[in-house]
């Protein structure tokens, strides 16, 4: 009776097993496609050193259309950074056009200077779910990809300062 109970025990584990893994075939493809569109943002905040909001909408509906992603297609975001910390008085987001920030203190402006540092991070849930005699077990699995880069237009409101002084770090004075 003993080996009928461990042969039925053996049996059960190794069939979760085979559902755990094909389970976490479908996430790398999942995770791939996260790391591929945080990629593809950065290209973009590179050439402009912010995101702008239009290029955000884009993103976020090829995204949430993607067969991969569409069951927790609203807890997608894109977050860009001036500073790795999460507070929105850094963030690198903006308008579509530019020349609207030109008059604005540097402090409010979403873009960065050439050679300055930009954060760009994309956040999803993968739903891990496992279904066993009917039930359906699962579970949240919050993953996010960052990529941090360095924009690449020079923008005239900002002092551009790499240059004037022997000591990198430092800082301009407004005249």
């Keep these: 009776m003993r080996a009928f109970a461990k042969s039925i025990l053996i049996s ?10 094909t389970n976490f075939i479908y996430f ?14 950065t290209q973009i905040v590179a050439s402009d050193n912010y995101l702008k909001e239009d290029y955000k909408e884009e993103v976020l509906e090829n995204l949430k259309d993607r067969p991969i992603f569409k069951k927790r297609a609203d807890d997608i975001e894109i ?4 500073e790795p910390d999460d507070s929105n008085e850094h963030s690198a987001e903006g308008g579509n056009d530019a020349s609207v920030y030109e008059n604005d203190l540097d402090d409010n402006k979403p873009y960065r200077q ?10 999803a849930v993968y739903p891990f779910s496992i279904k066993l005699w ?5 579970r949240e699995l919050p993953v996010s ?12 409101d900002l002092e551009y300062c790499k240059y004037l002084y022997d000591d990198p770090d430092q800082k301009c004075e407004r005249s």
């Design 12 to 21: 059960i584990l190794v069939t979760v097993a085979i559902f755990i893994f």
């Design 145 to 156: 990809f960052t990529l941090k880069t360095i924009g690449l237009k020079h923008y005239k």
């Design 79 to 82: 977050s860009v950074r001036k």
């Design 114 to 123: 050439r050679g300055e540092p930009v954060t760009v991070t994309i956040k």
């Design 28 to 41: 790398f493809p999942w995770y791939t496609t996260l790391i591929v569109e945080t990629f593809n943002v």
């Design 134 to 138: 009917g039930d359906t077990l699962e």
